[in-house]
């Protein structure tokens, strides 16, 4: 896997901030592309529109190869909808600092499909090809919802995707320059070059059917079970009915009868949540609250409390009236001298190691923490690197100790039989690497907004030192303490555990 850098991007040519011309005048308030992060169809479009992504040869490989959105959904989609909100604000500082570490990120992700083809995560075709799902997965979003768009409207939301594609490749000429010209390209591509890929079926029918509750709702499996056990089906089907025909047939994807009455019907009922008075309903609202785990210190959280208790007993008497399964029981886990639950060595590799979700540990599972470190934390690009160099060097140490048979990865039962007591000079370096980053003033300690920016949440009491501060050697010890699978901690399991 390659670690070099893209370039710092130039700005977007033809897109500035003051004369509207620019970006704040494309994607501001009023536009309807800004309109679009809180229409509630838009999110069945966008679920569309990964699925068209996915059908995409190289696209489909990398999400196959690095993505984590089949275990940590509701991260992953968290970390999409503020990086739009990012790209497409009125801060030209903040989108192109943005900008540059998606480009970074993207630069990481290559390497070759199962068909042993190459794929890169930079390609012009690939880039081009995203926003054009977007962009013509909303068209059909506003005709299934009734809200057909006209020429002018179509032809303005075009310019508005094609400036978004600007941001990220200004020199991108892979996305047809009119609206009369997209519409043949849209076709040859889903005529000729979709696939039945590997990431396509695991969003249809994987991702849907088993996906894991939201932090939020993870006190109560049987009631998330029995949702999930209605809704998955549902919207895999809708999803099904919606896709052109054309690549339906190729693919051999069965429509089922009713769907596309179904689909009708299920974008007509989101639309009618638009009558909801404005702020009522928002897409950094939704996602937020789903994500917060239920210790966390938001208001709104404490507020559900109360509310969760009743949620706990509804789920109760659902287990007894309903013959639909809890998740899989889990063992108790046994308790350390300090009362801290320890994790068994497999249940650490599945909830903290595999975050592809492949049953394996490689370097895109590494790859992926380091990520979410550099995001949580707004790394620039020296300390990204820094970051991913030392998750490297980490990955370099366990294939070294860890992968017996030699094949480039670590199974569940190769990390069991030896990496409980592991935490040599990599995994070290990683814990101060990462803890200089997080400490943004250098004075060794991490204060109250350093905290906050890493974690996502106040500071934790058993935490502090005597002066209120999390020390450096107390943060090393507690992150080695839970890398290594130790212990299961509350602060740390938020930022990689999947529960």
């Known amino acids: 896997m390659s670690e070099e850098q893209a370039p710092e991007p130039p700005a977007a040519e033809g897109l500035d901030d003051g004369d509207g ?31 068209l992504e996915a059908a995409y040869p190289p696209i489909g490989a990398a999400l196959a ?74 068209v059909t979003m506003f005709r299934w919802s009734g809200r057909a768009l006209d020429q ?23 996305l047809p320059a009119s609206l009369k010209d997209f519409w043949p390209y849209y076709d040859r591509v889903v005529e000729e070059e979709l696939e039945n890929t590997e990431a396509l079926r695991t969003i249809l029918y994987r991702l849907f059917d088993h996906l894991p509750a939201p932090p939020l709702l993870e ?82 959280i404490r507020a559900l409390a109360s509310a969760g208790e009743g949620i706990k007993r509804l789920g109760a008497f659902l287990r007894l009236m309903t013959p639909l399964p809890d998740e899989p029981a889990r063992p108790p886990r046994a308790a350390a001298a300090d009362g801290t639950l ?44 820094r970051l991913f160099d030392a998750y490297a060097a980490w990955w370099r140490e366990l294939q070294s100790e860890l992968d017996a048979n030699g094949d480039g990865r670590i199974s569940r039962e190769e990390y069991a039989q030896a990496a409980p007591s592991l935490a040599g000079p990599a995994l070290i370096r990683v814990a101060e690497v990462l803890f200089d980053a997080t400490d943004a003033d250098g004075d060794q300690t991490i204060d109250a907004d350093e905290y906050r920016a890493l ?18 050697a107390a943060f090393i010890k507690d992150f080695l303490a839970f890398m290594t699978g130790r212990q299961s901690h509350s602060a740390y399991d938020p930022l990689l555990a999947s529960e």
């Open 219 to 300: 006190g109560v499996p049987t009631l998330w079970a029995g949702a999930r056990a209605l809704a998955g089906p549902t919207i895999g089907m809708i999803t099904v009915a919606s896709l052109p025909e054309a690549f339906r047939r190729r693919a051999g994807l069965t429509e089922v009868p009713g769907a596309q009455a179904l689909t009708q019907a299920a974008y007509l009922a989101l639309a009618t949540a638009r009558i909801l008075p404005e702020g009522w309903i928002t897409a950094e609202t939704l996602i937020g609250l789903l994500s917060q785990s239920p210790d966390s210190d938001d208001p709104r």
């Open 21 to 51: 011309a620019g970006p704040a005048h494309i994607f501001g308030p009023q536009t309807r592309f800004n309109g679009l992060f809180d229409d509630p169809c838009w999110a069945a479009a966008m679920i569309r529109a990964t699925v």
């Open 342 to 385: 320890r994790r068994t060595a497999g249940e650490f590799f599945d909830q903290v190691l595999d975050q592809t979700g492949n049953g394996y540990l490689d370097w895109p599972d590494l790859a992926a923490m380091a990520r979410e470190l550099s995001g949580r934390l707004d790394l620039d690009e020296p300390q990204e690197t």
């Open 65 to 138: 190869d690095s993505s984590t959105f089949v275990t940590r959904p509701w991260r992953r989609l968290n970390n999409t909808l503020r990086s739009f909100r990012i790209m497409t604000g009125p801060d030209p500082v903040a989108r192109a600092r943005e900008t540059a570490r998606l480009n970074r990120l993207h630069s990481r992700l290559n390497g070759t499909d199962s068909a042993n083809r190459p794929y890169d995560a930079l390609d012009p075709a690939a880039r081009a090809w995203v926003v054009a799902t977007m962009f013509e997965s909303t």
């Open 455 to 472: 974690f996502r949440t106040g500071f934790r009491r058993e935490l502090l030192d005597a002066n209120g501060t999390y020390s450096r």
């Open 152 to 174: 002018d409207a179509m032809e303005e939301l075009y310019e508005q995707f094609q400036a978004f594609l600007r941001l990220m490749d200004p020199t991108s000429t892979a």
